[in-house]
């Protein structure tokens, strides 16, 4: 199975509701922690439904919550305070990012593609895992783990060929980077088929992505594979 490598999450703390978007603010308010209690009375509701929301907000990293220093018997009161740092909460505006960085990448002239190509191939190296030291990779092999890490990207990924064959045609039916591959298509497909290539050579694979064809169907899009000698 090809595993994805990824680079961790954002640590999503998106309050979600509105009545979770009070609390937090009710505490950013503050000046200091709050127990459970303060929190329900500023809001005005229940101390049960203040601790429930209180507790999904610690789960997503919003609010942090610790144990206050005892003055007597009895247990710690447990208390609540924000996280520090900005918000990760609310909207996110990746696509505009990734056009302003894909514009200015275009803008650049005749090196472009190539540079697109290049940065691929490197994320490509980084995305697949490596096989293993003393492993020679099968072409049979090599595709099916490029097929694999295709569909975890979501490219919708399909081969077809006789049994026993090694394909030499990948149909792409879907493009996770579709409105930015219309918009870009010259920087945004050299950089699919160099993220193919980097993962390929990773395995050192006796195959290689040869090339790309944006839209060659309606709703496909076709990598053809090459088969070279194993390394």
Same mark, same amino acid.
């Given at each position: 199975?090809?595993?994805?490598?990824?680079?961790?999450?954002? *640590?999503?703390?998106?309050?979600?509701?509105?009545?979770?978007?009070?609390?937090l603010?009710v505490?950013?308010?503050?000046?200091?922690?709050?127990?459970?209690?303060?929190?329900?009375? =500023?809001?005005?509701?229940?101390?049960?439904?203040?601790?429930?929301?209180?507790?999904?907000?610690?789960?997503?990293?919003?609010?942090?919550?610790t144990?206050?220093?005892?003055?007597?018997?009895?247990?710690?009161?447990?208390?609540?305070?924000?996280?520090?740092?900005? @918000?990760? *909460?609310? =909207?996110?505006?990746?696509?505009?990012?990734?056009?302003?960085?894909?514009?200015?990448?275009?803008?650049?002239?005749?090196?472009?593609?190539?540079?697109a190509?290049?940065?691929?191939?490197?994320?490509?190296?980084?995305?697949?895992?490596?096989?293993?030291?003393?492993?020679?990779?099968? @072409?049979?092999?090599?595709?099916?783990?490029?097929?694999?890490?295709?569909? @975890?990207? *979501?490219?919708?990924?399909?081969?077809?060929?006789?049994?026993?064959?090694?394909? @030499?045609?990948?149909?792409?039916?879907?493009?996770?980077?579709l409105?930015?591959?219309?918009?870009?298509?010259?920087?945004?497909?050299?950089?699919?088929? *160099?993220?193919?290539?980097?993962?390929?050579?990773?395995?050192?694979a006796?195959?290689?992505?040869? =090339?790309?064809?944006?839209?060659?169907?309606?709703d496909?899009?076709h990598?053809?594979?090459?088969?070279?000698?194993?390394?």
């Amino acid at each position: 199975m090809t595993t994805v490598k990824r680079d961790g999450s954002d *640590g999503g703390s998106d309050p979600a509701t509105p009545r979770r978007r009070t609390v937090l603010d009710v505490l950013r308010a503050a000046g200091g922690p709050l127990g459970v209690s303060e929190v329900a009375e =500023r809001v005005g509701v229940h101390a049960n439904t203040a601790r429930f929301h209180l507790d999904s907000l610690v789960t997503h990293g919003a609010v942090e919550r610790t144990l206050e220093a005892s003055s007597g018997p009895g247990r710690p009161r447990a208390v609540y305070a924000p996280r520090p740092g900005m @918000d990760r *909460g609310g =909207r996110r505006e990746y696509q505009l990012l990734a056009r302003m960085l894909l514009s200015r990448l275009a803008s650049t002239g005749s090196g472009a593609e190539a540079a697109a190509v290049e940065a691929g191939r490197a994320w490509g190296r980084h995305l697949i895992e490596s096989a293993p030291p003393f492993h020679t990779v099968t @072409d049979r092999e090599a595709v099916d783990r490029l097929v694999g890490l295709l569909v @975890d990207l *979501g490219f919708e990924p399909v081969t077809t060929e006789e049994p026993g064959d090694v394909p @030499d045609l990948i149909r792409l039916r879907h493009c996770p980077f579709l409105e930015l591959a219309e918009e870009y298509r010259q920087i945004v497909c050299p950089l699919h088929l *160099g993220m193919m290539k980097g993962a390929l050579a990773e395995l050192r694979a006796p195959v290689d992505a040869g =090339r790309l064809e944006p839209f060659a169907e309606p709703d496909v899009c076709h990598a053809h594979l090459v088969h070279t000698r194993a390394a």
